[in-house]
T-cell receptor
């Protein structure tokens, strides 16, 4: 079975540019989570969706960050405008109900 | 911070030895999970223990949970070089479906 698929795997862009990260969850999963991982702050939950509806976005750091889930098989995390401090690895994960989460391999984002 | 904390931050052992990692958390939980992360990859679920359980086994893994001390431990027996990875605990609250991850223990198993 295909796991959670994230794209791109790596993104390098200049400060001020818009960045869009993409995620395809496992088919049939009704929860989707976005995380950010840095050495300093560890793994932080940014936002999660249930049946395509955002449930908790309290972890979204600033208004520059936005996330959407237009349908059950696709979600995006957008940063506009991007800043060097946004550099991190961004993970998407999905789950069925309260079952354990399945993670993608992440997008390594570098903002110059 | 909502995160738990793992201890130690880093652990280096010889192949065949046992590895023990600890996790402390701050709030009441519904369950606690352990995940593994290989370098450059996403997290992989290892084992889940519910708040009314005290011990759970899965293969070479043994997890304990002490809710009175708000702590858990993960024991990997007869370690292998392939166990080299970072290990994270994640706590699930009684309401909602979000999990909060600890800071991780980096385990190195020397062949």
């Amino acid at each position: 079975d295909a796991g959670v698929i994230q794209s791109p795997r790596h993104e390098v862009t200049e400060m001020g540019q818009e960045v869009t990260l993409r995620c395809k969850p496992i088919s049939g999963h009704d929860y989707l989570f976005w995380y950010r991982q840095t050495m300093m702050r560890g793994l932080e939950l940014l936002i999660y969706f249930n049946n395509n509806v955002p449930i908790d976005d309290s972890g979204m750091p600033e208004d520059r960050f936005s996330a959407k889930m237009p349908n059950a098989s696709f979600s995006t995390l957008k940063i506009q405008p991007s800043e060097p401090r946004d550099s991190a690895v961004y993970f998407c994960a999905s789950s069925f109900g309260r079952e354990p989460q399945h993670f993608g391999d992440g997008t390594r984002l570098s903002i110059l | 911070s909502q995160q738990g904390e793992e201890d130690p931050q880093a652990l280096s052992i010889q192949e065949g030895e046992n590895a023990t990692m600890n996790c402390s958390y701050k709030t009441s939980i519904n369950n606690l999970q352990w995940y593994r992360q290989n370098s450059g990859r996403g997290l992989v679920h290892l084992i889940l223990i519910r708040s009314n359980e005290r011990e759970k086994h899965s293969g070479r893994l043994r997890v304990t949970l002490d809710t009175s001390k708000k702590s858990s431990s993960l024991l990997i027996t007869a370690s292998r070089a392939a166990d080299t990875a970072s290990y994270f605990c994640a706590t699930g609250r009684r309401t909602g479906n979000q999990f909060y991850f600890g800071t991780g223990t980096s385990l190195t198993v020397i062949p």
